[in-house]
């Protein structure tokens, strides 16, 4: 037919050529595609983000997934960018996550108590989980601020912006309350030819209730009379608070604590629940203490400990109570002295637990020996090993 095959050849080769690279970018997809179907690890439902971007998965299909904004818009990746970067995917295992708010005050501002504030504020807000307790870092000196972020951790974690939100509305009040300053960009203005200092007019500094400070009523417990400023701030840093209502019950009788534990305000009362009767035991007030006891003998609580009253506590968890000892011996000394005058306490402790049978005969001896024991074995073991 007069027809050259070989420049048709050469012609129908390169548009194979282009053809398989215009596909090229579908094929991974598609392959993409069927990994993602095949693994099960993004499935429709799930809660992911990805590049910054959070929503739930409305579909996966070959060459694509299909994102449901929480805006109601939909986002559309291809196939091979969930595959080549990294998801988070807040179903695999639960939904639960950490928000972190940055704040900022004001250069003088006192760090413990924007520190306590910010704790108060996260547990205010009803979403914020107790477990992880939430945490303050400091982040540095700004240009104009004090730079710190509030971690908290919630249990659902597609909620952030609403949380973050009631966050921020109970920081800035409690922070007003408190005449903590968030500070704006400043500049400094030089004034010349001021004849008379009068003026210069200074607004003076309102002043501030300290009465619920978390200084001063740490300040009220006898361990920590003679801390400073830094030493009270890693304190509350390795700590939790916990508040109770009237009534609220802490720890059941029975049942294993692992926590130390200081009134700041309130009280606490230790109830010995019988058979047909309860008892009340004692009281712990405002700057008193209490959980040694079955913290370092590894017993459980012989008696229900409950509020009876509004109540602020701060909760050191075993592992950072045993770091705390190490770090200031003299801790040790102070809580043995104190259990030395509270001996009718004792003996109702060890009574209640023999009472229930949960005490060993082993631990039948004087719990104050015990109590020696167990500080000498901080002292000289590796936290690791004991914890």
Partial sequence: MGINLTSL????????????????????????????LGEGKLRV???IEFQGKLGYIMEVSIRCTVIKMFDDSELIIPNTELTNNSVTNWNYSNCQGRIQVPIG????????????????????????????????IFLGFGDNSLNFSLWVWVEKINFRAAITSSLLYVIEYNFRQ??????????????????NKDDIKITPNTNINNEKHIKYLLLKVSLFHNFNDLQLIRLIESS???????????????????FFAIVLEGEIE?????????????FFEEGQYFGELPLLLKTPYPSTMKATKPTRLLLIKKENFY?????????AEQIIQELNLRQDMIQDYQQQLQEIGLLSQ????????????CFQQIFTTPLDIIS
């Fill in 323 to 331: 770091h705390l000892i190490k770090e200031y011996p003299f801790l």
């Fill in 362 to 373: 082993e631990e039948n001896k004087n719990p104050l020996y015990l109590i020696r024991q």
């Fill in 45 to 47: 439902g799930d809660l």
């Fill in 178 to 195: 408190n005449n903590i300053i968030i500070p704006f960009p400043q500049r400094d203005i030089w004034l010349h030819n001021v004849n």
């Fill in 240 to 258: 939790g608070q916990k508040y109770l209502q009237p009534e609220e019950t802490l720890i059941e009788q029975g049942q294993y604590g692992d």
């Fill in 9 to 36: 050849a050469v012609i129908i080769g390169s548009l194979g050529v282009g053809i398989g690279f215009g596909f090229q970018e579908l094929t991974r997809n598609l392959i993409s595609g069927i990994t993602l």
């Fill in 105 to 136: 005050v004001a250069y003088g501002s006192d760090l413990l108590l924007v520190t306590d504030v910010l704790l108060q504020s996260a547990l205010m807000v009803k979403e914020v989980l107790s477990t992880p307790p939430p945490q303050v």
């Fill in 270 to 282: 230790a109830i010995f629940i019988g058979k047909t009767t309860q008892k009340s035991l004692f």
